[in-house]
Every structure is written in structure tokens, then in C-alpha cells.
């Protein structure tokens, strides 16, 4: 399977730009395994040492990836808020949405590799801090006490990231209506809960 990797014409960014592009391009269309350098080198039309000159080992490369993907999520999440608010049932939306619509890069953000440690403060990618503030957002303007807003931030965020992975994971009955189903059925709970604290 040949992927759908930005042309040479399309890359315009500054080298590391394109080299992150089509990093997460073959990610999307091909999965992880499928990524190398000697692919990337050839996609972008360089050399091997061309690539190290900005990531020194595919794992640092591959933190880039997931940084651009926490990125794209973050702006993702920021596009569902409507006047500057952050509507649960929205942002639930369009995070779910965000890792159906790329479950090899939602994948690769959450399990990796790289490994990467989450609510360990600066070894965090900024991104992802972004995103959870986003969502945290939604909680608090869902009426949660301020008190509890970061733990209840981090059930919906558990929740949603629990709904995706079983979803791209093929391990629920397939069907949209269903896939709705149960993201309605999961944001009415959430709501629900976030309204008895």
C-alpha cells in the first residue's frame, strides 16, 4: 500500500515540518510499523542523515508525531467550542470524533511508542496539556465545584478515551447509530454525575 504522504510540491514547511507530516501520514494510512527513516527519507526526497539532522532516533521522532497529534486534538477541541464556551456534550464530540476519524495516530499519542508520561507536569507534551484544559473546561462549565473539576476532568477524559479505544479496537458492535448511541448515552451520564458533585 502505497501512502498518501505529502507530495515533494506540497511540502513547504521548514524540513522538520515535512519530515513530522509525512511521519504522522504514514501513521494515519499505515500504521506505526510501517514507519522508517529510510521511508521518510525517500518520501521527502533526502537523505537518512538528512532526517537525523533533526530527530536524533526514531523515538524522538516519533514524540514529535504524538506532540503534532496532541496539537491537532487541541484544535480540534477548540473548534467544538461555541462562543467561547466549552459545551460538554461538544467537546465529548469532537474528541471522540478526533480519534475514530485516526485511530492509528490516536493510538500512537496513547500507547505509543514512545512512551510518553502523562500528569507528570513538564514531561507532559504542552499540547496535551491543552487538551485537558479544554476539557476541563467543559467540566467546569458544567457546574462541577472548582474543587473537583481536575478529577472529574480526568474521568470524562478515562471515559472518552475508554469509548475510542474500544470503538477503533473493534471490540463493541459496530454501526454509527450505535457509536452515537453510546456517546449520548455515555455525555448524559457524565452530565448527570458532573450535576451530583
Known amino acids: 500500500m502505497t501512502t498518501a504522504a505529502p507530495s515533494k510540491q506540497k511540502l513547504r514547511g521548514t524540513a522538520r515540518d515535512d519530515i513530522i ?8 494510512d499505515e500504521g506505526v510499523a510501517q514507519l522508517t527513516i529510510r521511508r521518510i527519507a525517500e518520501t521527502i526526497h533526502r537523505t537518512q542523515p538528512a532526517v537525523y539532522q533533526h530527530f536524533s532516533s526514531k523515538d524522538a521522532l516519533l514524540e514529535a508525531v504524538v ?32 480519534g475514530r476519524e485516526r485511530p492509528r495516530l490516536y493510538d500512537v499519542m496513547f500507547v505509543g511508542p514512545p512512551a510518553i508520561t502523562f500528569a507528570a507536569g513538564a514531561a507532559t507534551p504542552i499540547p496535551a496539556h491543552t487538551a485537558f484544559h479544554i476539557i476541563a473546561a467543559a467540566v467546569a462549565e458544567s457546574g462541577v465545584p472548582a474543587a473537583q473539576t481536575e478529577t472529574v476532568t480526568e474521568v470524562v477524559w478515562a471515559s472518552l ?23 449520548d448515552q455515555l455525555i448524559a451520564a457524565i452530565v448527570a454525575m458532573t450535576a451530583s458533585t
Do not use: C, M, W
Open 21 to 28: 507530516a509525512v511521519s504522522r501520514a504514514i501513521i494515519e
Open 67 to 98: 506532540t503534532d497529534g496532541f496539537t491537532a486534538l487541541a484544535e480540534r477541541l477548540t473548534r467544538a467550542t461555541r462562543g467561547g464556551k466549552a459545551s460538554l456534550p461538544a467537546i465529548a464530540n469532537a474528541y471522540v470524533g478526533f
Open 161 to 183: 478515551h475508554g469509548l475510542v479505544t474500544l470503538s477503533i479496537t473493534r471490540r463493541l458492535r459496530p454501526g454509527r447509530a450505535l457509536q452515537q448511541t453510546r456517546l
